[in-house]
């Protein structure tokens, strides 16, 4: 059984900083994975995600320079740290972990597979 545990939200004023943290179980952690963001009233977005093809992470344009996302293998845990927060980054951030079907798009949510359950990150200005 698949389990993505996240953790590592709050409330921030901008400026601040935050790690947040996805535990897996129960699927190859080979998979990549990439944290999306969804605000009141907006259409859920990757902020920061692993490729297939191992190369650089994306970042989305709003978030470069500021996230970085990582991994531990030996915890299976994906993190994502985020730097000089921003209001505009107040969300429900959600790890998933990507299919391995064939076809997929590194930047559309039907492209994962398995999602966690989210967790709010708020910050004031």
């Known amino acids: 059984q698949v389990q993505l545990v996240e953790s590592g939200g709050g409330l921030v004023q901008a400026g601040g900083s935050l790690r947040l943290s996805c535990a897996a179980s129960?699927?190859?952690?080979?998979?990549?994975m990439g944290w999306f963001r969804q605000a009141p009233g907006k259409e859920r977005e990757l902020a920061a995600a692993?490729?297939?093809?191992?190369?650089?992470?994306y970042y989305a344009d709003s978030v470069k320079g500021r996230f970085t996302i990582s991994r531990d293998n030996a915890k299976n845990t994906v993190y994502l740290q985020m730097n000089s927060l921003k209001p505009e980054d107040t969300a429900v951030y959600y790890c998933?972990?990507?299919?391995?079907?064939?076809?997929?798009?590194?930047?559309?949510?039907?492209?994962?597979?398995?999602w966690g359950q989210g967790t709010q990150v708020t910050v004031s200005s």
């Open positions: 998933a972990v990507r299919s391995g079907r064939p076809g997929t798009v590194l930047t559309d949510p039907s492209s994962y597979d398995y």
């Open positions: 129960g699927f190859p952690f080979t998979n990549p």
């Open positions: 692993f490729r297939w093809s191992g190369g650089s992470p």
